[in-house]
Every structure is written in structure tokens, then in C-alpha cells.
């Protein structure tokens, strides 16, 4: 049977697995139910982290989203009442050269951990999707009713994904909120999280880089776009408004409002070089960049028409371009100092295991 809980009967806490919740987006999510008085649980094989994002108030499972039976050992055992999804890969540029690792890891894995979710029983089902579906989009901010058409291997496989979870539930009667964010930048303003990947993609994260001097230059893909200024135009949300957004989403899908398609976004469109420009003035400090071509399937323009999720959720961007990179700006400055504190300086625990095994 599956549990369906009914938020306005059910007190916090209730228990949540994060996929992928050692990662940027999951971890500001873990972040926002913990401030929610939630309990969660992160499953994440540090394949694209270290574990430094991971909140400390968390349960860590080290381990495969994938993993059948190490999932459904956790979501018995805790009695889950929902699973979040962020444990996919995401970038464009390597989708197109290891086809097969995004579409085993995007598809395949959701398709495993949603059979797993719905046969412990689990009610309620939440994908982290991406705008990428929707491809070159058709010149004006996208709803959720636009035409699916993507133009890369990463945005084919999260399509791919979104259907077949809807398939799954449709059979099984498992509750599904699916988002679909558009340039997700920022920090969590408390600077507890931010974006640490071991091989940065994100325009905001290299930038903050190079403002700091910890990186020489900032390679700007395609410069002859049809925008204003040639530079790609991209629709960037705060992360900590991606947050919140997923946690309205799960207790829409709890009081039966799912099946339910969201973008998250700011209906705000902003160049590459406008970015740019902006962290220049906010971090007083140059950036020094260089054109380079454009990457395979980059899409010139993306803009979110969020309204749905405003109007039927009352969800509201609380953050501007400005904020974000202010936000963005000090997490990279405190990683940089906490990188400069002496070898010998013993770390904080981060986390209390209930598990430390990598599954196969």
C-alpha cells in the first residue's frame, strides 16, 4: 500500500530521501526541509562530490540511487514518506560525448529508484527535471505546455525520465511532482551550501572563480547568437527559491495534487555577458574572458514562464541576478579561506552515517 500522507493532518517531521542530496541543488533542498523541521536522509555515491555539502542535521547513506535493494532497505526501515531525485548528471557538453552514461544514469536510475519507491510503498515522488527538454524553446518564455523538442543527449534523457515516471505512476498510483528549473545560481544565503563541483560547467561558478583570482579566465561559448549582445541568454533562479519550490511541490503532490509539471524559474532572461558585467560591479573586481565557439547543443535562449507554479502553489522568486551573486560571490570567497586554513587543522564531523558502503 502506498502511504499517502495528508500534509494537513501530518506534523512535521516528515522523513525524506534526497537522491543526490551531497550535491548543489540537492543539498540547498536538504537545507530547506531540515528548516522545515523535516527529517532527511541523502543517498549519494560522491561520485560528483566530496560530502562538504552535506548538511550536518542529515542521515547519510553512502551509496547508488540504483541500488534496488539498498534503496528499499532504507525507505522500509524509515518509513519514507517521500523521495526527492537530484542523483542524475548534467552537463550538456559531456552528454554528447558519453550518451550511454547519461541516459543508464538519468533514465535508467529513475526508473529503478521510482519501481523501488512505489513497491516500499512510498506516496510521493519528486523529480529535479531541467528546461533542457524543451530544446531551442519558440522565442518567448516557456510553459509547461510547450512543445518538448530537445537538442541534446542530456535534455533527451531527462525527457525520457519525466515520461517514464509518469508512466510508473499512472500504473501504480504513486504521487508525482516533476520541476523543471532553468539556470539554478546562487548560494544558500547562509553560506552553508553552494556550487562545488569537482569540474565546474556553471557560468556563476567559474565567474566567482576568476573575480577571485582562482582561476585565469572565463570561456564564453558563443558569441554570435541571435541575442542582443551574442552572448546565450538563460533564465537564472536563485537556488534557495529551487528549494523552497520543491518543498511546496512535495506537499501539493501529499494533498493529492499530483501528477504536476512546474517550471521554476524568474520569467527573466540574461546574457552571458550581462552576467558578466554584473559580477564585475558587485564583486568590484575584474573578469577576464575569452570567446570561444559554441558547444553542441546549446540552445541560444531559455526564459521560464513560471506562473503556473505561482498561481496554484503561491510560490514567488525571492532573489534577483544581483543577490545571486552576491551569494555566490561569498560561498566561493569561504571556500577559498577554508581551502587556506593549515593542513593540520582537524575538520568537523560533517554527518552521522547509517550506512558507509558503495553499492555495485
Not at 532504507?74 to 554528447?96: C, G
Not at 541568454?233 to 511541490?249: K, P
Request: charged share 20%.
Amino acid at each position: 500500500m502506498l502511504r499517502h500522507d495528508n500534509c494537513a493532518s501530518v506534523s512535521p517531521p516528515l522523513t525524506v530521501l534526497v537522491t543526490g542530496g551531497a550535491g548543489y541543488i540537492g543539498s540547498n533542498t536538504a537545507l530547506a526541509l531540515l528548516d522545515a523541521g523535516h527529517e532527511v536522509i541523502i543517498l549519494d555515491d560522491f561520485s560528483t562530490s566530496d560530502g562538504r555539502l552535506v548538511p550536518p542535521a542529515a542521515r547519510l547513506v553512502r551509496g547508488k540511487a540504483g541500488d534496488r535493494a539498498l534503496v528499499a532497505e532504507i525507505l522500509n526501515r524509515e518509513q519514507v514518506s517521500a523521495v526527492m531525485h537530484f542523483a542524475a548528471s548534467i552537463s550538456v557538453n559531456d552528454s554528447q560525448s558519453h550518451p550511454a552514461r547519461y541516459y543508464r544514469n538519468n533514465l535508467a536510475t529513475t526508473i529503478d529508484l521510482a519501481e523501488t519507491a512505489s513497491a516500499a510503498g512510498v506516496g510521493t515522488f519528486i523529480l529535479s527535471s531541467t528546461a533542457a527538454v524543451y530544446g531551442e524553446g519558440e522565442g518567448r518564455p516557456l510553459s509547461e505546455a510547450s512543445r518538448l523538442d530537445p537538442v541534446n543527449v542530456y535534455g533527451r534523457s531527462k525527457a525520457m525520465a519525466e515520461a517514464a515516471l509518469l508512466d510508473i505512476a499512472a500504473a501504480t498510483g504513486m504521487g508525482v511532482g516533476i520541476l523543471r528549473y532553468f539556470n539554478a545560481a546562487g548560494a544558500d544565503p547562509a553560506c552553508r551550501s553552494g556550487q562545488a563541483t569537482q569540474h565546474p560547467h556553471h557560468l556563476i561558478e567559474i565567474a566567482t572563480q576568476v573575480a577571485t583570482g582562482d582561476r585565469a579566465v572565463l570561456d564564453i561559448y558563443g558569441t554570435d547568437y541571435p541575442t542582443p549582445d551574442g552572448t546565450a541568454v538563460r533564465d537564472y533562479v536563485h537556488v534557495a527559491d529551487i528549494a523552497q519550490a520543491h518543498l511546496l511541490v512535495m506537499l501539493a503532490v501529499m494533498r493529492g495534487g499530483g501528477p504536476c509539471t512546474y517550471n521554476v524559474g524568474t520569467g527573466n532572461g540574461s546574457s552571458v555577458q550581462m552576467v558578466i558585467d554584473a559580477l564585475c560591479a558587485v564583486s568590484q573586481a575584474p573578469v577576464r574572458t575569452r570567446a570561444a565557439g559554441r558547444r553542441a547543443g546549446d540552445p541560444a535562449t531559455l526564459v521560464a514562464d513560471s506562473r503556473r507554479l505561482q498561481a496554484e502553489l503561491g510560490w514567488q522568486p525571492r532573489y534577483g541576478l544581483e543577490d545571486m551573486l552576491r551569494h555566490a560571490l561569498a560561498w566561493e570567497q569561504s571556500r577559498q579561506q577554508a581551502a587556506a586554513k593549515p593542513a593540520t587543522a582537524k575538520p568537523a564531523p560533517l554527518v552521522r552515517h547509517m550506512f558507509d558502503r558503495v553499492s555495485s
